[in-house]
Structure formats: structure tokens, C-alpha cells
């Protein structure tokens, strides 16, 4: 089993930063992949980026040069950070922010979601 808990979204205006934390625990050894997705009002589910096992990374092109991912690892309390550093924020940026973690077996784990409002 694998939690994911997102932290970090609120209200910014429009140019703004925002920086998102998914902290990821359980058998972190089983995740494959792992990924930030966003649900905007009115809408389904999309992709923000996603980073396999290889680490490569697959950007939106709606947040290509803005948005950047990026991971740690902490040892002492068996945890991963995942962050999306969200930079030159725009109204339609305006979601529900997720992360999702795969799991070798082909299992996705998602967190509660964290709300992004992009206002002035």
C-alpha cells in the first residue's frame, strides 16, 4: 500500500508562485511513477506532468516552462516528496491539484487533492 498526502495549494494572484508537496509513504519500493494532475471546474481530469522510472519527465504543454517537478527522499521517516514548483500562474491554472503514484503491479494511488485558486 502507498499514501499520498498534497499540501501547499491556496489563493494567488495571477503571475504568482505556488509550490505543491505530495508526501508520499507506504512501500515507496513498489512506485514506478508518479505524477501531479488537476481537475478544473466544469471539466475532467488532466495531466500536469508525469516522471517514470527513468525520471524523465512528460510536461503538459499548457505548463511547459512554468511548472517544474522535482523529488526527495527522506530515510529517516521512509517518506518521498514529490513538488511541483508552479511558476507565472494564470487564471486557467485554477484546479483541484493531485498526485498519483503507480505502483509496478499497474495499482494507482491518489492523493485527496490540494485547491489551486489563480485570482486577483
Known amino acids: 500500500q502507498v499514501k499520498a498526502v498534497e499540501s501547499g495549494g491556496g489563493l494567488v494572484q495571477p503571475g504568482g508562485s505556488l509550490t505543491l508537496s505530495c508526501e508520499v509513504s507506504?512501500?515507496?519500493?513498489?512506485?514506478?511513477?508518479m505524477g501531479w494532475y488537476r481537475r478544473a471546474p466544469g471539466k475532467l481530469r488532466e495531466l500536469v506532468v508525469n516522471v517514470d522510472s527513468a525520471r524523465r519527465t512528460n510536461y503538459a504543454d499548457s505548463v511547459k516552462g512554468r511548472f517544474t517537478v522535482s523529488t526527495s527522499s527522506n530515510k529517516n521517516t521512509n517518506t518521498n516528496t514529490v513538488y511541483l514548483q508552479m511558476n507565472s500562474l494564470k487564471p486557467e491554472d485554477t484546479a483541484v491539484y493531485y498526485c498519483?503514484?503507480?505502483?509496478?503491479?499497474?495499482?494507482?494511488?491518489w492523493g485527496q487533492g490540494t485547491q489551486v485558486t489563480v485570482s486577483s
Open positions: 498519483k503514484l503507480r505502483a509496478y503491479n499497474g495499482d494507482d494511488y
Open positions: 507506504g512501500n515507496i519500493a513498489s512506485i514506478v511513477a
